[in-house]
C-alpha cells in the first residue's frame, strides 16, 4: 500500500490523542497498530461527516458560524439520535469550564481577597494619603486655616489655578 501523502495527515486526528483514548477506555486490552490506524480514520470521517452535515444546516439557517445546535441537529439527521443527550451533558460541562476560566482571569478573583476585603483597604490607602497631604498642606501652607487647605488643593488638582 502507498503511503498517504502530506495532505492526508494534516485532516486526521493526532495519533497520540487516539492512543490516550484508547488506554483510558480499554486500560487492560492490547490493540493493534492496525487496529489503532482504523479508529483515527474513523474518527476522522465520523468529524468531517458530521461537520458536513452541521455546515449544510448551517447554511440552510443563513448563519455564517456553526453552532453546537447544528452539530446537535447533524446527529439527529445523520442517525446519531441516541448520542445527542450525552453531547448536550458534554456541551454544558464545556460552557460551565469556559465561565469557570473566565472568572479565574478576573484579576480581583486571582488575589484570593474577597471584595470586602479589597474595600477596607482601599478606604484605608485613601484615608493614609488624605493625612499625609494634610501634613503636606500644613507644611507648605502654615499661614492657612486647616478648613481652607483641602478646598485649595482640590480646586488646583482640578486644573484650575
Known sequence: MASSSGNDDDLTIPRAAINKMIKETLPNVRVANDARELVVNCCTEFIHL???EANEICNKSEKKTISPEHVIQALESLGFG???SEVKEVLQECKTVALKRRK???RLENLGIPEEELLRQQQELFAKVSEAMQHLEMFFFPSLPQRQLLPLYCSNTSGTA
Open 104 to 106: 479565574a482571569s478576573s
Open 82 to 84: 441516541s448520542y445527542i
Open 50 to 52: 458530521i461537520s458536513s
